[in-house]
C-alpha cells in the first residue's frame, strides 16, 4: 500500500533553514504530482507547494513564496521541502501529500504522518 | 484571492443526516474535494470531483457541488464521524490548491 514517511523536522531559530524529506513507497512515485501541506497549533490545513510529477513545474502559497523549495529525487523515491528564512508562523506539522493526477484539482489520497517543525528562539 | 467559507461547527444527532457546506463565488465551476480529520491523525480524502467516493469511504458520505455553493452530506451519522471536515479546490488563476476553514463536526 501507499506509504508516505516524512523526516527532519524540529525545533529551529528565527531565520535559519531546515529541509524535510518524504519517503514514497507503495506506488509509482515518478507519475504523480506531489504536495505539501502543513497545519499550524490548533489551526487549519494550509497548503505550502506542489511539484509536477516530473518536477518541471512547480507552484507555492503566498506565505511562503521566495522561502521555500519544493523539489523531488524520482531515484529515490523522495520529495522534498527546503525552508529558509523560517519565521516563527512557519511551525506547524508539515505533511506530505500525493495526488490523485495533476496539481490538486483532484484530491490528495495519500497523506505521511506529519512532520513538526517548530522556529522559536 | 478566492477563499473558500465554512462554518465553524455543525451538530447532528446520532443516526441523522449532517450537512457542511463550503461556499465560494461560482464553486460550481470547480471541482471540490473533502477531508475528514480526526483528532491527532493526518486528513483522509472522502469526496473528490465534488461527489466521488475514494474505495474503502462508506456510502454515507456524499458530496453536490453547485453554483456558490459545495456540500457534504453525512447521512446515519455514526460516533467515528466525529471530526474537522475540510473542502478544498484548485484555483486555476492563482495555480495554487485552496483549503477551506474547516468545520468541526459533533455527532450528540
Known amino acids: 500500500q501507499v506509504q508516505l514517511m516524512e523526516s527532519g523536522g524540529g525545533v529551529v531559530q528565527p531565520g535559519r533553514s531546515l529541509r524535510l524529506s518524504c519517503a514514497a513507497s507503495g506506488f509509482t512515485f515518478s507519475n504523480y504530482g506531489m504536495h505539501w501541506v502543513r497545519q499550524a497549533p490548533g489551526k487549519g490545513l494550509e497548503w505550502v507547494a506542489v511539484t509536477s510529477y516530473d518536477g518541471s513545474n512547480k507552484y507555492y502559497g503566498d506565505s511562503v513564496k521566495g522561502r521555500f523549495t519544493i523539489s523531488r529525487d524520482n531515484s529515490k523515491n523522495t520529495l522534498y521541502l527546503q525552508m529558509s528564512s523560517l519565521r516563527p508562523e512557519d511551525t506547524a506539522v508539515y505533511y506530505c501529500?500525493?495526488?490523485?493526477?495533476?496539481?490538486?484539482?483532484?484530491?490528495?489520497?495519500?497523506w505521511g504522518q506529519g512532520s513538526l517543525v517548530t522556529v522559536s528562539s | 484571492s478566492y477563499e473558500l467559507t465554512q462554518p465553524l461547527s455543525v451538530s447532528v444527532a446520532l443516526g441523522q443526516t449532517a450537512r457542511i457546506t463550503c461556499g465560494a463565488d461560482?464553486?460550481?465551476?470547480?471541482?471540490v474535494q473533502w477531508y475528514q480529520q480526526k483528532t491527532g491523525q493526518a486528513p483522509v480524502l472522502v469526496i473528490y470531483?465534488?461527489?466521488n467516493r475514494p474505495s474503502g469511504i462508506p456510502e454515507r458520505f456524499s458530496g453536490s457541488n453547485s453554483g456558490n455553493t459545495a456540500t457534504l452530506t453525512i447521512s446515519r451519522a455514526q460516533a467515528g464521524d466525529e471530526a474537522d471536515y475540510y473542502c478544498q479546490v484548485w484555483d486555476r488563476s492563482a495555480a495554487g490548491v485552496i483549503f477551506g476553514g474547516g468545520t468541526e463536526l459533533t455527532v450528540l
Open positions: 501529500a500525493k495526488d490523485r493526477m495533476g496539481y490538486g484539482g483532484n484530491g490528495f489520497d495519500s
Open positions: 470531483r465534488n461527489d
Open positions: 461560482n464553486i460550481g465551476s470547480k471541482n
